[in-house]
């Protein structure tokens, strides 16, 4: 299949979102390999939000040190504005792909401080009509963005992920929502959700509820269900390994042996490929349900399309879940995940440094 086709399909899966009765519609970012082609996350989401009336749209997630923060920030708010009133998710994560940060020329090693700059930027940029910003990555005189978003803040839908203990702890300082793209059981889940919010407690934050993106099956035999998702998702975790270099580990695990990170590799992918939600109609949406419990979901991504699944798979268990489980998981509350303001976030910053 050639990529124009291949980008044709994903698309026409897409346009199954809104009459189906999803509530939203998120994408990815990835370069140079075929394992997203998703380079510019909203040029896409802007050509779903032409093709939709409804449905709000989300990224999961922008890589802020990959990008220009200007030019993101009005990307975004040319975005809200062609969105007229409905929400925009703006989730964002700092990579870690070796591929990706080598091609685009970004130090890994600055990748921390870059993430964090821009994210300053983006905030500032969104929320306050003039501003300036000196930084160790950036410097930008006084300046505005336009057009100026709709919405009075979008950073209070910002969500963020993380691969890392150190990266969850300036995913709460930050005041975003947490959102989980990898987890690994759901044991992993409630602890870290846990320790998320217990840091946002510190700085007199409420807590939050999560977003959670996870892999879904359905088929109304509930054996074939979980034989059919199980054979595509180990094909998705071998392609994320591919494209990861063995999960990035040589970030995390300098000093390892390359039989000791393939084992941490094994079962990252083995841990993640039991927290797939697969099963019948009634199967999926009790495990849903106890997920939920576990880990305080407040938005499910549900993702249909992995591996190289037949596109007629997809969209039958698609079209399954939209008419005997979405209708019931809809019923389980309405608690979208919370990121803080930025003014918050501005304020409590001047009351710790006494600024």
């Excluded at 939709?52 to 040319?78: C, Q, S, Y």
């Excluded at 702890?169 to 846990?194: C, I, K, V």
């Amino acid at each position: 299949m050639s990529d124009a086709d291949q980008f044709r399909r994903e698309i026409a899966m897409a346009d199954l979102v809104e009459p189906l009765g999803f509530d939203s519609f998120w994408t990815i970012e990835h370069h140079f390999s075929p394992y997203g082609m998703t380079a510019n996350p909203t040029q896409i989401l802007s050509y779903i939000a032409g093709r939709t009336k409804r449905i709000d749209l989300g990224t999961m997630v922008l890589v802020l040190p990959w990008h220009e923060p200007l030019k993101l920030a009005e990307n975004l708010a040319i975005l809200d504005v062609l969105l007229d009133g409905r929400k925009l998710n703006i989730g964002v994560g700092r990579g870690f792909a070796a591929r990706e940060y080598n091609t685009l020329g970004v130090p890994y090693e600055t990748s921390r401080e870059r993430m964090l700059e821009c994210l300053e930027i983006v905030r500032l940029a969104l929320t306050q009509e003039f501003f300036s910003f000196d930084g160790e990555h950036f410097r930008i005189p006084r300046t505005s963005i336009r057009p100026r978003p709709l919405s009075p803040d979008l950073t209070e839908n910002l969500l963020m992920t993380w691969a890392s203990p150190e990266s969850m702890t300036m995913s709460a300082d930050s005041g975003a929502a947490p959102l989980f793209t990898n987890y690994r059981g759901w044991d992993a889940l409630r602890e870290q959700l846990g320790a998320f919010n217990e840091i946002r407690s510190g700085h007199g934050w409420p807590a939050s509820t999560s977003a959670i993106a996870t892999t879904v099956y359905v088929h109304e035999d509930d054996e074939r269900a979980r034989e059919i998702g199980e054979q595509y998702w180990r094909k998705t975790s071998a392609m994320t390994t591919w494209h990861y270099d063995k999960l990035g580990s040589e970030y995390f695990m300098p000093d390892a042996t390359d039989d000791e990170r393939a084992l941490v590799v094994k079962k990252g992918y083995e841990d993640q490929a039991s927290a797939g939600l697969f099963g019948s109609p009634e199967s999926v949406a009790e495990q849903i349900r106890e997920l939920q419990e576990v880990a305080d979901v407040g938005h499910l991504i549900t993702l249909h399309s992995f591996g190289d699944m037949p596109f007629d798979l997809v969209e039958t268990s698609m079209r399954l879940f939209a008419k005997d489980v979405l209708p019931t998981i809809q019923t389980f509350g309405d608690r979208e995940p919370s990121a803080v303001p930025y003014r918050d976030v501005v304020e409590q910053r001047s009351a710790a440094t006494g600024s």
